[in-house]
């Protein structure tokens, strides 16, 4: 099975609880999962890889551990999904995970642009307070009148106020074995001095990862919501698109991940090949390199905040190591570790951690994000505009 670099996510604390791997900001209940290379396959053009002659690694046997508990669990007619849970908690892997099999086929789901949500994108103010930044047309939400600015201040009755934005989406969802289709959610909502309560139905949408617009003269911003199948050739295309006069904004606030193909992709918009960045899998060193034939003359520049994770951290950090952008906003999340999955009796699928990541020139990312060249707040896309004016025409 593929090498799985798995974003925002908390270690499941019990059965049945609601997935918690999301976008960051989508308070629809996508899920993103993320590929690195197969760390079973030898290296590809692009990469370069160098294993261990070393016993088994540590993250070998705690993917046995899990195992076996699991196979033991069947054997005595108990569930093994919950013994692998123990073994996992066990482990002090704070990445580590386990999935029942559609949760799991909903990550898949999630990797082809598509959830079940109410179509939502907000942030927590620094107040602590829930905010829609985005609704998508044609949603439940947009049908129910929600508007970009309104405030959430309840899920089914529970007050979000203070909470991180993955525990307001896990109640959002639901558990999933609850969280279909056509399923409701009851949302508390305030515009103004006006509050009141809308009852929604989940609906099957297709996300839209990469928007592009123009905010000002010579100005073009390429947001990356996540990096699902599709969104590295739709940065490319978004690239090839800008007119020949303009800067570009690489926005990828709020972005917790997703594929790392993608996001290497992505990178290959703006870079001429080269180093993306180095890995390791079990031992196994290994590296990602861009596709030759980007675009390396249009002034960059990229936004981050705390919500940027792990493949949009590893692509941020590309850019910034290699002096292709300046990056304005605040430290990213510093989610730098790789997981990957064991495929478990009864279907379920537990994913623990097997290594990190670094950014060209060495950099670990795990635990300490990527610091950006300016701070800014609110403020950041005023600031990369007065930026790309200093930055000169391209041409």
């Not at 939400?141 to 089914?156: H, Q, T, W």
């Not at 100005?219 to 990096?227: D, G, L, M, N, P």
């Amino acid at each position: 099975m593929s090498g799985r670099d798995l974003f925002c996510q908390p270690r499941r604390k019990r059965r049945g609880a609601a997935l918690t791997l999301v976008f960051a900001g989508l308070l629809a209940a996508g899920a993103a999962t993320g590929s690195f290379p197969d760390a079973g396959q030898a290296a590809q053009p692009g990469q370069s890889g160098r294993r261990s002659s070393a016993g088994p690694s540590p993250a070998a046997t705690r993917h046995e551990a899990v195992r076996k508990a699991a196979a033991e669990a069947m054997a005595d007619g108990t569930s093994p999904m919950e013994a692998a849970e123990r073994a996992v908690s066990r482990s002090g892997d704070r990445w580590a995970a386990v999935y029942s099999e559609g949760e799991y086929q909903e990550f898949q789901e999630a990797l082809d642009g598509e959830y079940t949500g109410v179509g939502l994108w907000a942030r927590r103010e620094r107040d602590g307070r829930i905010e829609v930044t985005r609704v998508q047309p044609g949603s439940p939400a947009a049908d129910a009148g929600i508007r970009s600015g309104d405030g959430l201040r309840s899920v089914d009755g529970e007050k979000v106020d203070g909470r991180p934005v993955t525990e307001v989406v896990s109640l959002l969802r639901g558990d999933a074995e609850d969280a279909a289709a056509g399923t409701t959610v009851t949302l508390g909502l305030q515009r103004g001095t006006r509050t009141w309560t809308r009852t929604l139905h989940r609906a099957r949408l297709s996300t839209d990862s990469v928007t592009v617009r123009r905010p000002a003269a010579g100005v073009v911003v390429i947001r990356v919501a996540a990096f699902t199948k599709g969104s590295g050739e739709a940065v490319r295309a978004a690239v090839r698109q800008a007119p020949a006069d303009a800067g570009l904004v690489l926005d990828l606030r709020g972005n917790s991940g997703g594929l790392v193909t993608e996001a290497v992709d992505a990178a290959s918009a703006f870079l001429d090949g080269g180093l993306v960045a180095t890995y390791d899998v079990d031992g196994a060193q290994r590296a990602l390199h861009a596709a030759p034939g980007g675009d390396t003359a249009r002034p960059l520049v990229a936004l981050v905040d705390g919500g940027t994770m792990s493949a949009a951290e590893m692509l941020t950090g590309a850019l910034q190591d290699r002096g292709r952008a300046v990056v304005i906003g605040s430290r990213t999340f510093g989610k730098g570790s790789v997981q990957m999955p064991t495929a478990l009796p009864d279907g379920s699928v537990a994913e623990l951690t097997v290594g990190h990541y670094r950014t060209p020139s060495g950099r670990a990312v795990d635990g300490r994000g990527i610091t950006p060249d300016l701070e800014a707040g609110a403020e950041a896309l005023q600031r990369a505009e007065t930026v790309l004016t200093g930055l000169g025409d391209p041409s």
